[in-house]
C-alpha cells in the first residue's frame, strides 16, 4: 500500500518551513576573507630604559607607547578570516569587490579553522623574533637581544654605549607571519629615539602601511591577500604603501593613487626608505 498523498505533501511542507532554519545554520563550506584591521604598530611595540637588575622597565624613562617617538606612522595590514553557513553566501557574495570568497579546503588545505589560527599565532611568535633580532642588528657594536626571563615577547638588549634597553612586543589579537616587517621597523623607529639617532625630518610623511613576513637575516618575503591589505590601506589614508617585491602588481587597482606604493626586498631597503637607521 503506498503513502497518502497527504504524508507527501506534509514531508514538503516540512521542508519548505524548516530550509530558512537549515542554511541559518549548515556551514557553507566557504570562507569570507575581507581587509581587517590596520592597527598603528606603536601600540604593539615598547622599548624602554631597563633597569640594569632586571625587573620592569623604568618608568621615569618610559615613553608611553612610543607614538612620541617622532618619525613615521607606521601600521600593520591585516585580513580577516570567518566562516560563512548557506544563508550568509547571497550578502557575501555582494560583497566580492571588497572581499573574497574562497572554498575552505582551498585555504585550510584539510586543516580545521582552530588548527590553521594556532599556525598562524606560531607564525606571529616567530615574527615577533625575527622583528626584533633584524631590527637590533641596525646598529654597530650592540648586543644581541636577549629574552627576558623566559617571559614571551620581552627582550632585553645593550645598545651602542652601554644602555641596556628592554623590547617589549604584543600581538594585539594579530596572528599570521606578516607583520614582521612593521615591527621591526616600529623597533627600530623606538630604538633611534632612544638614542637619538632620528633625523629631524622624517622622509616619510603620514601614515605608512606596511605587509611583509621578515627571516632572520632580514629578507621580507610574500604575503597573501595583497588587494585586499591594499584597500585596508587606501581606507587607512596611508601615504606609503610598503609590500614585498614582485607583489605591489596585485594592489594596484585596489591602492590606485591613494598614495606611493613600494617594493622592497630586505628591512635595510624599507629602513631607508623611512628615513630610519639600517644595517650597512
Not at 615598547?46 to 633597569?51: I, N, S
Not at 622597565?57 to 606612522?73: E, I, K, L, M, Y
Not at 629578507?219 to 614582485?246: D, E, H, T
Request: proline share 7%.
Amino acid at each position: 500500500m503506498g503513502r497518502p498523498a497527504w504524508a507527501g505533501r506534509l514531508a514538503g511542507w516540512v521542508l519548505v518551513l524548516l530550509a530558512p532554519v537549515l542554511t541559518a545554520f549548515l556551514p557553507s563550506g566557504y570562507l569570507l576573507v575581507e581587509p581587517g584591521p590596520a592597527p598603528a604598530a606603536a601600540t604593539l611595540v615598547h622599548v624602554e630604559e631597563a633597569a640594569p637588575s632586571g625587573g620592569a622597565a623604568s618608568p621615569s624613562a618610559a615613553r608611553g607607547d612610543g607614538t612620541d617617538c617622532g618619525g613615521p606612522n607606521i601600521h600593520l595590514l591585516t585580513v580577516r578570516v570567518r566562516p560563512l553557513r548557506l544563508a550568509q553566501l547571497p550578502a557575501a557574495w555582494m560583497r566580492r569587490g571588497e572581499a573574497r570568497l574562497l572554498p575552505a579546503e582551498r585555504l585550510l588545505g584539510g586543516r580545521s579553522l582552530e588548527t590553521y589560527a594556532d599556525e598562524a599565532r606560531r607564525q606571529m611568535d616567530e615574527a615577533e623574533r625575527s622583528a626584533v633580532e633584524v631590527a637590533t642588528a641596525a646598529y654597530a657594536g650592540a648586543g644581541r637581544p636577549v629574552p627576558d626571563g623566559g617571559v614571551a615577547g620581552r627582550w632585553r638588549w645593550r645598545a651602542p654605549g652601554g644602555r641596556l634597553l628592554e623590547i617589549r612586543l604584543s600581538d594585539g589579537g594579530i596572528a599570521g607571519p606578516s607583520a614582521g616587517l612593521a615591527l621591526a621597523l616600529e623597533v627600530d623607529r623606538q630604538i633611534a629615539c632612544r638614542l637619538a639617532r632620528m633625523p629631524a625630518r622624517s622622509r616619510a610623511a603620514g601614515r605608512v602601511a606596511v605587509s611583509g613576513s621578515l627571516d632572520e637575516s632580514g629578507r621580507v618575503g610574500r604575503v597573501g591577500q595583497v588587494a585586499l591589505k591594499a584597500l585596508s590601506a587606501r581606507r587607512l589614508g596611508a601615504s606609503l604603501l610598503l609590500l614585498p617585491a614582485g607583489e605591489t602588481g596585485q594592489a594596484e587597482g585596489a591602492f590606485g593613487g591613494a598614495g606611493r606604493l613600494a617594493a622592497v626586498r630586505d628591512f635595510g631597503e624599507a629602513a631607508r626608505l623611512l628615513g630610519l637607521p639600517a644595517a650597512p
